[in-house]
């Protein structure tokens, strides 16, 4: 089956610094998903990429479609302490139904 | 986008035990999905359920041991049977809009003792 590989597993970083990750997959998607998990919740869609090429900003976040459609990046500018947590990139298959990745852990140091 | 709302949020359960997992959207939605996330773990599709039909499961999950509803496009039932401790996970409720977006509930923490 697909396999979507993330990473970073982990970033420690300082406030302010510029945090990039990155998914491959093996396969090709239509869709990239991005979402953040903070400790005891569900996780929150941050971006949301339909075409390949294509560039998408939130805010500080900054996410791309990769032209081969098999991955996908995301970027924080100037991080703050709330960017803390973990996020994941999930490819969208069929039907809805998404396909994750391990999952960055992004810890903010003052 | 869609609001999801999840009960129980957690739940303590004994062994042999099952528990019947809520899950409540704001608005109609198509599709609706349940995950599991084991601890440290990222998210495995469990399975789609569908509106007045049998819940699609994805390879290593059965109807036996997670039983789903969907009596309507706003509301979907998980339950997991016959608990073992290693069931212990967060459930994860989610609802597909027409655009490709997917969104989550808080989840349920389930322990199994």
């Known amino acids: 089956g697909q396999q979507l590989n993330q990473s970073p597993q982990s970033m420690f970083i300082q406030e302010g610094e510029d945090v990039s990750m990155n998914c491959t997959s093996s396969s090709i998607f239509n869709t990239w998903l991005w979402y953040k998990q903070d400790p005891g919740e569900g996780p929150v869609l941050l971006i949301a990429?339909?075409?390949?090429?294509e560039l998408t900003s939130n805010g500080r976040l900054t996410a791309q479609f990769g032209i081969t459609r098999k991955d996908s990046f995301l970027n924080i500018s100037a991080s703050i302490p709330s960017d803390v947590g973990i996020y994941f990139c999930?490819?969208?298959?069929?039907?809805?139904?998404?396909?994750f990745g391990a999952g960055t852990q992004v810890v903010v140091t003052p | 986008s869609a609001v999801i709302s999840q009960k129980p949020s957690r739940d303590i359960c004994q062994r042999g035990t099952s528990l019947t997992i809520q899950c409540q959207v704001d608005?109609?939605?198509?599709?609706m999905f349940w995950y599991r996330q084991q601890p440290g773990q990222s998210l495995t599709l469990i399975a789609t359920?569908?509106?007045?039909?049998?819940?699609?499961?994805e390879s290593g999950f059965v109807i036996d041991k997670f039983p789903i509803s969907r009596p309507n496009l706003t509301f979907s039932t998980l339950t997991v049977s016959n608990m073992s401790p290693e069931d212990s996970s967060i459930y994860l409720c989610?609802?597909?809009?027409?655009?490709?977006?997917?969104?989550f509930g808080p989840g349920t923490r389930l322990t199994v003792l």
């Open positions: 359920a569908n509106q007045g039909s049998e819940a699609t499961y």
């Open positions: 989610s609802a597909g809009t027409g655009d490709n977006e997917q969104f």
């Open positions: 999930a490819g969208l298959r069929s039907w809805g139904k998404l396909q």
């Open positions: 990429l339909y075409k390949a090429g």
């Open positions: 608005s109609q939605v198509t599709m």
